[in-house]
């Protein structure tokens, strides 16, 4: 028979967002916080992250993700919350009972509330359906990132990157810090999906090519990856046949994006924004079933691990907290230029941060919020990048009295190339 406890708030995940939700769930009254992580320790992707570059925003100096992940499992270490790692979480019910497996057996939590804080997968290259022979040597970029920082492992010798996502620009730089040849970077869209400074310092610094508009359309080899065929894309993303070549190399590295992992959010039934794959929530983390709660990467995949911890320090204040919850005043929709917003809810005018993410690359940007045709909050940026997300603090909003739908959109002139 499984153990049982009770809890106030049991937080799922021990990565930047479960540290801070469980601290946030402390810190605003709850008694008995247990923090559950699969892995063998806290700190979660952060462990891997040897780069700096954390911690701008929240501690205003350049921290390691490993640094970063320490200054909070410090504060977990004397805050009272329990922490229970090499425990993994295999049920979560509506009425906040958790179940989950360690090596001391199987545990049952009692919750008045739970945290989502799972994070977020790689997309791999069955997602992306690359046609050609399966050998070795196609990884996603966030595991050569654990196998060579972590593990002291090569991916190998001539390597092609697919995506100018973060990660993957990060570990081009670390690939040639240790003698890899990156022979390019290949990216289906027009304009880059990282930040600038990563472009800068990852690729031009290296003289690592980027091919915008495309794509890898096949791979060859037989035991190990030898060539990948590298195609132009029309724009609609449709490979151009007549472009297509081959390029020689021994590996291939996908850093195509992220996807929040919402397993257990699934199987509970809790509703999910297509847009960003995480449950709707509101400017607390409050998803649509009574006290559970979600946040950071599950939410949607944030640019920044700083506004995680911000917003999840604020949802575990949430999860401690017993006030009723007030009914949704306004439910925010993405609009023109948007490719998804969060949260999805706003349940008290002026509270918490509102997150979106441009849909494409624009220049003289101006954002806007509408109710109606009713202009609430407008704002001019000079650049605008799915990359970076745009945060806008709601306390800044003129948010009307009466209730409804607010579309956010952004207006611009398009983007092409860095």
């Known amino acids: 028979m499984p ?14 967002a479960g540290m801070a939700a469980a601290l946030g769930a402390k810190e605003g009254g709850a008694k008995d916080v247990f923090l559950l992580e699969r892995g063998n320790e806290l700190g979660g992707i952060l462990n891997q992250c040897i780069h700096p570059g954390f911690g701008v925003q929240l ?14 499992t410090e504060r977990l270490s004397s805050s ?81 990157i697919l995506g100018s996502g973060d990660i993957g620009l990060i570990v081009a730089r670390r690939l040639e ?20 400074r990563n472009y800068v310092q990852c ?38 046949s007549a472009t297509a070549y081959w390029m020689e190399c021994d590996a291939l590295l996908l850093s195509v994006g992220l996807i929040p992992e919402n397993e257990l959010s699934r199987r ?14 509101d400017e607390n983390g409050a998803t649509e079933l009574p006290n559970i709660y979600a946040c950071g990467n599950v939410s949607s995949v944030f640019d920044l691990v700083d506004y995680v911890s911000m917003v999840s320090e604020r949802t575990g204040r949430a999860a401690a907290s017993t006030a009723a919850r007030r009914p949704v005043a306004f439910t925010l929709e993405r609009g023109e230029g948007v490719g998804m917003v969060v949260p999805q809810r706003i349940r008290e005018r002026g509270e918490g941060d509102i997150f979106f993410r441009p849909a494409r690359s624009v220049r003289d940007g ?4 509408r109710m109606g045709e009713k202009i609430i909050f407008e704002n001019t940026m000079p650049v605008c990048r799915p990359s970076e997300m745009v945060r806008i ?23 092409r190339g860095i």
């Open 268 to 281: 509970m039934g809790i509703p999910l924004y297509p847009e960003s794959g995480g449950p709707y929530i």
């Open 393 to 415: 603090p709601s306390k800044k909003v003129s948010w009307p009295g009466e209730t409804g739908k607010v579309r956010v959109e952004i207006h611009g002139e398009p983007i």
């Open 366 to 369: 101006s954002v806007q919020f």
């Open 203 to 240: 690729l031009l610094d290296f003289d690592i090519p980027i091919f915008f508009s495309h794509t890898v359309t096949g791979i060859q080899g037989e035991g190990r990856v030898e060539a990948v065929e590298i195609s132009r894309v029309d724009e609609d993303w449709r490979p151009v």
């Open 59 to 72: 501690f205003r100096e350049e921290l390691t993700g490993p640094e970063y992940a320490g200054v909070f």
């Open 3 to 16: 153990r049982k406890l009770r809890a106030d708030v049991v937080v799922i995940g021990g990565g930047p």
């Open 80 to 160: 009272g919350v329990e922490v229970m790692t090499s425990t993994l979480v295999c049920e979560v019910k509506k009425d906040g009972r958790v179940k989950a497996v360690n090596r001391s057996g199987v545990w049952e939590f009692v919750a008045r509330s739970v945290v989502m804080a799972m994070g977020c997968r790689e997309r791999t290259r069955d997602m992306l359906r690359i046609p050609g022979t399966r050998p070795a040597g196609v990884l996603t970029a966030g595991l050569v990132q654990y196998l060579v920082n972590v593990e002291g492992l090569l991916p190998g010798r001539e390597v092609v």
């Open 177 to 196: 810090l240790e003698g890899v040849h990156v022979k390019a970077v290949v990216e289906i869209r027009d304009s880059l999906s990282g930040l600038v």
